[in-house]
């Protein structure tokens, strides 16, 4: 499970509060991300990292921000939670050993904006 | 326009059989890797297996192969001699890019396989 928490697992919160989910790993890995789960749309990315304050935008950023000041926290925050923002979020890393790419991920984090 | 493509949104198979699951994919950059994940009903995300743009042979890992065929940017899955346990969710997903800074993975809608006894 090469080693990624997330924390809380559980989270209910309400419109308009701020939401940070915690993505923890112990194995040194440069890349990390956040996605999210929802009905009929597959995981979507929301935000990556290839370095320590190193970030960038995925396909859903919005709404989202991240930081990364060790190289094993990577943290997701939602400045004020909407509703459109329940959804099932998931860390990964990946790594690539000798040519060969895979990507593990956490056991997600269930949000509910209500 | 959709990256990733997955048209069987439920499949059925009988237990020991084979089944493939198919993937079609859409990008312009020459370098891209791609996977597929196994998510059972407990939740998780299972990393099942690779295969990058350039490989010449198709991908295996145990029971698993990935039958890629580039000119038709198709991507299936081969589960050979399936076992109840392997009903589940099952995504593709591209990465594109070099994969140095490039990270955007784009997954597919899912294929959820059901094993009959």
């Known amino acids: 499970d090469a080693g990624i928490t997330q924390s809380p697992r559980h989270k209910v919160t309400e419109t308009g509060t701020p939401v940070t989910l915690r993505c923890h790993q112990t194995?040194?890995?440069?890349?990390m991300y956040w996605y999210r789960q929802d009905p009929g749309h597959g995981l979507r990315l929301i935000h990556y990292?290839?370095?320590?304050?190193?970030?960038d935008k995925g396909e859903v950023s919005d709404g989202y921000s991240v930081s990364r000041s060790k190289t094993e926290d990577f943290l997701l925050t939602l400045e004020s939670a909407t509703s459109s923002q329940t959804s099932v979020y998931f860390c990964?890393?990946?790594?690539?050993?000798?040519?060969?790419?895979?990507?593990?991920f956490g056991p997600g984090t269930r949000l509910l904006v209500l | 326009a959709q990256k990733i493509t997955q048209t069987q949104p439920g499949m059925f198979v009988q237990e020991k059989e084979a089944v493939t699951l198919d993937c079609t994919y859409d990008?312009?950059?020459?370098?891209?890797?791609l996977f597929w994940y196994k998510q059972p009903s407990s939740g998780e995300m299972i990393f099942l297996i690779y295969?990058?743009?350039?490989?010449?042979q198709n991908a295996t890992e145990g029971r698993y192969s990935l039958n890629f065929q580039k000119a038709r940017k198709s991507a299936n899955l081969v589960i050979s001699a399936s076992q109840l346990g392997d009903s589940a969710m099952y995504f593709c997903?591209?990465?594109?890019?070099?994969?140095?800074?490039?990270?955007?993975?784009?997954f597919g809608p899912g294929t959820r396989l059901s094993v009959l006894p």
């Open positions: 997903a591209m990465r594109e890019g070099p994969g140095n800074y490039g990270q955007n993975f784009v």
């Open positions: 990964a890393i990946s790594e690539s050993v000798q040519g060969e790419e895979t990507q593990y």
């Open positions: 990008t312009s950059d020459p370098s891209y890797g």
């Open positions: 295969q990058g743009s350039y490989d010449q």
């Open positions: 194995e040194n890995h440069r890349y």
């Open positions: 990292s290839y370095g320590v304050k190193d970030t």
